[in-house]
């Protein structure tokens, strides 16, 4: 049995905020206003402050004295930086689960992404919360992979890139509303090759798809500097 401790009340706030940002209804360089977010919320400053601490551990803000918490900006030496080691650590997940699992034997992933499929082809790209649902769909199928691997490290370190990179995807699908139909080939392209236990390909799918929305991220960013 497996030991899990509820939420803790800054925890929850870091998350709400954290949402607020990744939907860029906070936007990068906004500050936000301990006070204010403690009247919202009816919640102590105190407890609003130690989100803060949370939401800057994972690089989602900014914290100056005297100005206080600022949501941070996306940059692109920011964003390269997140995709070089979050791609390697999800082609890390996935050979541990092959090493774990013979391919015949993922019936569970399977079903996951069949679910997060169907979804996908249900989902109109216009519904204002499309990019949100494909981005959570897809960290489920993640988080059942954690299970296969039973690597607390490797969960931990990765549920710690979820927020930033939970940024970046929004940026992306928001961007370019048509590549959610992308997610739902990926997922396919994925479990194709993890029934066929076939480590290399799957590597190849990750780094591919990785390495498109990298660019897509990028292309963004200089479009709005520009």
């Known amino acids: 049995m497996r030991f899990q401790a509820p939420e803790s009340l800054s925890e929850q706030i870091a998350q709400h905020l954290g949402q ?9 360089g906004e500050r936000i206003q301990e006070l204010k977010v403690a009247g919202d919320l009816n919640v ?7 989100a803060l601490l949370i939401l800057e551990r994972r690089h989602l ?6 100005r206080g918490a600022v949501v941070s900006k ?12 979050y791609i390697d650590l999800l082609c ?6 092959l090493e774990r699992w013979p391919g015949e034997q993922l019936g569970g992933v399977m079903g996951q992404v069949r679910e997060l499929q169907a979804m996908v082809d249900a989902l109109s790209s216009t519904a204002p919360d499309a990019a949100e649902r494909v981005i959570d769909a897809g960290f489920g199928v993640m988080r059942y992979a954690y ?3 039973e690597n607390p490290f490797l969960e931990e370190t990765l549920e710690n890139f979820r927020p930033a990179i939970s ?5 992306a699908l928001d961007h370019f509303r048509s590549e959610i139909a992308g997610t739902g080939t990926f997922f396919r392209q994925l479990s194709d090759a993890a029934v066929l ?6 590597q190849q799918v990750i780094q591919a798809f990785g390495e498109h929305q990298r660019r897509q991220v990028l292309s963004i960013l200089r479009e709005e500097n520009a």
């Open 20 to 28: 607020r940002i990744v939907t860029r209804d906070l936007v990068p």
């Open 44 to 50: 102590s400053r105190g407890s609003v402050r130690e």
């Open 61 to 66: 803000v900014e914290i100056y004295p005297r």
């Open 74 to 85: 996306l940059t692109e030496e920011s964003v390269n930086a997140l995709y070089d080691i």
């Open 92 to 97: 890390m997940l996935a050979r541990k689960v």
């Open 147 to 149: 299970g296969l691997v």
């Open 167 to 171: 940024r970046t995807y929004y940026v």
């Open 197 to 202: 236990g076939d480590a290399e390909q799957l």
